[in-house]
Nanobody, 124 residues
Framework: QVQLVESGGGLVQAGGSLRLSCAASGRIFSHYAKAWFRQAPGKEREFVAAIRGSGDNIDYADSVKGRFTISRDNAKNTVYLQMNSLKPEDTAVYYC?????????????????WGQGTQVTVSS
């Protein structure tokens, strides 16, 4: 069993920054891929960023490139999402995901484990 717990969400003004954290526990190994997705009210869950187990293969959605940075600390089994220059359209519940292989993907159905989500609200 794998557990993912997100933290760091909150309310921020447009142009501000937040850092989300996702701590993994259970039968999860440091070389497994991790990712962040988000879901805004009334919309489908969408890919944000993903990182390979070794940290050398990173992918971002076009909408966040240049503003968001995904990173991981394998010693702590934690993945982070640094979000800068936030916009109101970034408002969503952000979910951490893990899959039991090293290669990341933007396909939602390919991720086996999910956290409960953390709310990010960006005011204009």
């Amino acid at each position: 069993q794998v557990q993912l717990v997100e933290s760091g969400g909150g309310l921020v003004q447009a142009g501000g920054s937040l850092r989300l954290s996702c701590a993994a526990s259970g039968r999860i190994f440091s070389h497994y891929a991790k990712a962040w997705f988000r879901q805004a009210p009334g919309k489908e869950r969408e890919f944000v960023a993903a990182i390979r187990g070794s940290g050398d293969n990173i992918d971002y959605a076009d909408s966040v490139k240049g503003r968001f940075t995904i990173s991981r600390d394998n010693a702590k089994n934690t993945v982070y999402l640094q979000m800068n220059s936030l916009k109101p359209e970034d408002t969503a519940v952000y979910y951490c995901a893990a899959r039991l292989v090293a290669t990341p993907t933007s396909r939602i159905g390919s991720w086996e484990y999910w956290g409960q989500g953390t709310q990010v609200t960006v005011s204009s």
